[in-house]
C-alpha cells in the first residue's frame, strides 16, 4: 500500500468501525439510522479506492440513499420514542441469527487468509481484459449472470406489485369532485356552510385540543380535529379563571 | 492535447478545488441578485438597485445581514442533527461540481491540464449519488426541529426528490447509451458533431422537467408551500444555518444546469455557428465563456417559470411524475435501445430503420381503419343501455366489472355529506 492508500484506509476504518458501534450505542433508532449511514458511505470510499468505482457508486445510490433513507421515514412516521421490544417474535430466530452469523464469520475468515496464501492479482489486472471496471461489470451482469440477473429483477417486481396489490382499494362510488362536496354541504341542512370553528386559545392552554368557546360559554366541540376529541374529559382555564370542561359522546365515529 | 485524470500535482488540485468553490460562491450571489431582478421586471418592478451598481451587491448585503442574526434553537429540537443538517445539505451541493467539465485542457503556470477537478468512468452517477446524500440535509432538518411544519415538509420535499431522481437518472440512460459512457468529459467530448439535446430531444426534456422538481423550485417548490407549510422544512431555521441551506439550494439549481449544459448542450463546446466560423473557439480558455453562457440560459429558464407558472398541487406533481415522466421515458429508452442495438450488431443505417418502421406505422394505421369499418358493418347500430352499475347490490358493496362504470357520486349525496361534511377528520 502507498502512503496515501494507508492513510486513506486510516481514516476511512475508524469512521467505518466507529459508525457501527455508534449505531449500537445510540439511544435514539434515528440516531443509529445515522451512524450505519456513515458506515455505508465510508465503505462506498473505500471501494472508490480499491478501484471498483461502479460498486461505489451503487453503495451510495441503493443503500445510503434509498435503502436507509425508507428506514429514516419509517423511523420519523412511526414514531422513534417507541421502546424495543426484547421478546422473540420469531421462534427460535436468536439461535438462527448466531449460527448465521458464525458462518459469516467463517466464510470471511476463509476469503481473507485465502489472501495470504495465494497470490493477489489486483482488481485493473482482473479488469483489464474487458476494458475497465464498469465495462467488466457490465459483460458478468448482462453475459454470465443474465439469467440470474432477470430473475432476480422479476422478484423484485413481483414483491412490488404484490405490495400494490395487497394495499389497493377498489373504489365503490366515483370521486366526489369540489363543486360537488360544495354542492352537497349547501344543500344539506347539518352540515356548517362556513369553515369550522378555529380552537381556542386559553391562559394556559394554546393548542388545537383546545375547543374554542361559544357566546353562551360552553366549548365549540366541532373546534377540535377529529384524531384529537380524546374521550375522556378535559379541562381548560379560561383567561377570567372560568373552568371548561369538554366532554366527547361516546361513540362518535367522526 | 489531452491530458489522463488523476496525475495534476497537489496544489493544481487545492487550486481547482479553491477555485470551483469561489465560482460556486459568486455564482450563488449573482443568481440570487439576477432572480430579483429579473422576476421584478417580470412583475413590473424595479427590484434593489441601491447596494453597489445596479444593486449588484445586494446579496452580498443580505449575506451579512443574515449571519449577524440571532441563531435559534428550538427547545424541542434534537441538538447534534439539528446543527449537522445543514452542514450535510452545503458540503454534498459542493462536492456534485467536482465532475462537472469547465472547459478543455489548459495551461495553468505552465502544466496542461483539464479545466475539471476530476472525472472517473462513472461521474454522472457520482453527482446522482452525491445528490441522494444531499437528501439527507433535508430530512433531517425536518425531523430534528420537532416541529410539524418542517417534518410535513421535509416528507413532502424527500418524496419528491426520490420520485424525480428516478425520471432523472431514466432520462440520463439515452445519453449513455450514445456517449458509449458515463464520464463527464468523454460525454462532452462524444457531442463533437451533434449536441445530444438534438439526437434525443425527448430526454432532455425529461431531464429539464425533473431537475425543476429535483431542486424544489417553482411550479414545484411544494416543500416550501408558504401558505401551507410556512417554510417547509427549513421552518425552524434562522441565521447562519439557515443561510447554509439558502446556498445549498441555489448551488444545486447551478449543478443541475451544469450537467444539463454537459450531458445535452455540448458542455463547454462553442454553439454551431460560432465554432464553424471559428476555429479557435474550443481551444483555451474560452470554452469557459460557452459554459457559462449556456448555464446561465439555464437558470435564466429557472426564474422565468418562477416568474411565470402557478405552484402545482402536491397529487398532481406526484401524478405527474410517476404517471408521465417514468413511463415516458421508459418507452423511449426501449425505443433509444433498439434503434442501438440495430444499427450496431444488425447494420442497418437509420435513414432505412426510418423507413422500415415508417412503413410498419403506416400497415397499422390502414389496418385499423379497416377493421373498424368492417366491425361497424357487421355489428348492429343500435346498442341496448346496460343497466346502471349498482355498488351496494343487495346490500353488500360490490367493486365494478370491467366494462362497468361507476356511479356519479352526485347520486349518493348522503354519503358525501357525511364524510366529507367534517372536512378535519
Redesign the interface.
Same mark, same amino acid.
Given at each position: 500500500m502507498s502512503a496515501g492508500e494507508t492513510f486513506a484506509f486510516w481514516v476511512l476504518a475508524i469512521l467505518t468501525v466507529g459508525g457501527a458501534i455508534g449505531m449500537l450505542l445510540s439511544r435514539k433508532a434515528v440516531h443509529s439510522a445515522l451512524w450505519i449511514a456513515l458506515t455505508m458511505v465510508s465503505l462506498a470510499v473505500l471501494y472508490l479506492i480499491n478501484a471498483a468505482p461502479f460498486l461505489s457508486m451503487v453503495q451510495i445510490i441503493v443503500y445510503t440513499g434509498a435503502v436507509m433513507m425508507l428506514f429514516l421515514f419509517v423511523l420519523m412516521l412511526i414514531g422513534v420514542d417507541a421502546a424495543d421490544s426484547l421478546v422473540e417474535t420469531i421462534k427460535g430466530q436468536r439461535l438462527a441469527a448466531v449460527l448465521v452469523g458464525i458462518g459469516f464469520g467463517l466464510l470471511l475468515l476463509a476469503g481473507v487468509g485465502g489472501l495470504t496464501v495465494n497470490e493477489v492479482k489486483g482488481l485493473d489486472a482482473a479488469t483489464s481484459q474487458a476494458g475497465g471496471n464498469l465495462q467488466a461489470v457490465a459483460q458478468l451482469i448482462f453475459g454470465r449472470y443474465v439469467l440470474a440477473f432477470e430473475v432476480t429483477s422479476a422478484l423484485l417486481i413481483t414483491a412490488a406489485v404484490g405490495a400494490i396489490v395487497y394495499t389497493h382499494r377498489e373504489r365503490l362510488v366515483g370521486k366526489p369532485t369540489q363543486a360537488m362536496i360544495s354542492r352537497a354541504r349547501f344543500t344539506s341542512v347539518t352540515a356548517p356552510r362556513s369553515p369550522m370553528p378555529a380552537p381556542g386559545v386559553f391562559a394556559n392552554h394554546n393548542a388545537v385540543d383546545t375547543p374554542a368557546l361559544l357566546p353562551d360559554g360552553s366549548p365549540a366541540l366541532d373546534s377540535v380535529p377529529a384524531p384529537f376529541q380524546v374521550e375522556e374529559a378535559r379541562t381548560f382555564t379560561t383567561a377570567d379563571g372560568r373552568v371548561i370542561t369538554a366532554v366527547y359522546p361516546e361513540g362518535d365515529d367522526k | 492535447m489531452s491530458v489522463p485524470f488523476g496525475l495534476d500535482p497537489g496544489w493544481l488540485i487545492l487550486l481547482k478545488s479553491l477555485v470551483i468553490f469561489v465560482f460556486l460562491v459568486l455564482v450563488t450571489l449573482f443568481t440570487i441578485w439576477l432572480e430579483r431582478r429579473v422576476v421584478a421586471r417580470m412583475q413590473m418592478r424595479i427590484g434593489p438597485n441601491r447596494v453597489g451598481p445596479f444593486g449588484l451587491v445586494q446579496g452580498l448585503a443580505d449575506g451579512v445581514k443574515l449571519a449577524l442574526k440571532q441563531d435559534i434553537i428550538p427547545a424541542l429540537a434534537?441538538r447534534?442533527?439539528f446543527i449537522?443538517a445543514p452542514i450535510i445539505s452545503a458540503t454534498t451541493c459542493f462536492i456534485a461540481f467536482a465532475v462537472i467539465p469547465l472547459g478543455p485542457t489548459v495551461s495553468i503556470f505552465g502544466t496542461w491540464t483539464n479545466l475539471q477537478l476530476t472525472d472517473?468512468?462513472?461521474a454522472v &452517477?457520482?453527482i &446522482? +449519488?452525491?445528490a441522494?446524500?444531499g437528501?439527507?440535509g433535508i430530512? &433531517?432538518a425536518g425531523?430534528s426541529s420537532g416541529s410539524t411544519y418542517p417534518?410535513l415538509g421535509a416528507?413532502r420535499s424527500?418524496a419528491q426528490m426520490?420520485s424525480y431522481?428516478i425520471a432523472m437518472g431514466l432520462s440520463l440512460v439515452a445519453v449513455f447509451l450514445y456517449a458509449g459512457s458515463?464520464s463527464t468529459s468523454e460525454i462532452v467530448s462524444a457531442q463533437q458533431n451533434v449536441w445530444y439535446v438534438v439526437l434525443l430531444l425527448p430526454s432532455f426534456l425529461i431531464y429539464t422537467t425533473s431537475m425543476v422538481g429535483e431542486t424544489n423550485r417553482a411550479p414545484f417548490d411544494l416543500p416550501e408551500a408558504e401558505g401551507e407549510l410556512v417554510g417547509g422544512f427549513h421552518t425552524e431555521y434562522s441565521s447562519l444555518k439557515f443561510a447554509l441551506f439558502f446556498l445549498a439550494e441555489y448551488i444545486n439549481m447551478v449543478t443541475v444546469s451544469a450537467l444539463a449544459t454537459t450531458l445535452f448542450l455540448g458542455g463547454w463546446r462553442a454553439p454551431a455557428p460560432i465554432s464553424t466560423v471559428w476555429a479557435g473557439a474550443n481551444s483555451g480558455w474560452w470554452p469557459l465563456a460557452w459554459f457559462v453562457a449556456k448555464l446561465f440560459a439555464f437558470i435564466f429558464v429557472f426564474i422565468w417559470l418562477r416568474g411565470t407558472l402557478p405552484r402545482l398541487r402536491y397529487d398532481q406533481f406526484m401524478k405527474f411524475g410517476w404517471k408521465v415522466l417514468i413511463p415516458v421515458s421508459l418507452v423511449w429508452i426501449v425505443i433509444v435501445a433498439t434503434a442501438r442495438a440495430l444499427r450496431q450488431s444488425a447494420n442497418v443505417d437509420s435513414s432505412s430503420l426510418l423507413v422500415v418502421v415508417g412503413v410498419i406505422l403506416t400497415i397499422l394505421v390502414v389496418l385499423s381503419f379497416v377493421l373498424d369499418a368492417m366491425i361497424s358493418r357487421r355489428m348492429p347500430r343500435e346498442i341496448e343501455p346496460e343497466p346502471e352499475f349498482d +355498488?351496494?347490490a343487495g346490500g353488500f358493496?360490490?367493486?365494478?366489472l370491467p366494462g362497468q362504470k &361507476?356511479?356519479?357520486? +352526485?347520486a349518493? +349525496?348522503q354519503?358525501?355529506?357525511s364524510t366529507?361534511?367534517?372536512?378535519?377528520?
Open positions: - | 434534537d447534534s442533527v449537522l472517473f468512468p462513472v &452517477l457520482f &446522482l +449519488a452525491i441522494s446524500i437528501i439527507y430530512v &433531517l425531523w417534518l416528507l424527500s426520490i431522481e458515463m +355498488a351496494f358493496p360490490v367493486p365494478p &361507476l356511479p356519479t357520486p +352526485a349518493s +349525496a354519503t358525501i355529506s366529507e361534511g367534517d372536512s378535519r377528520g
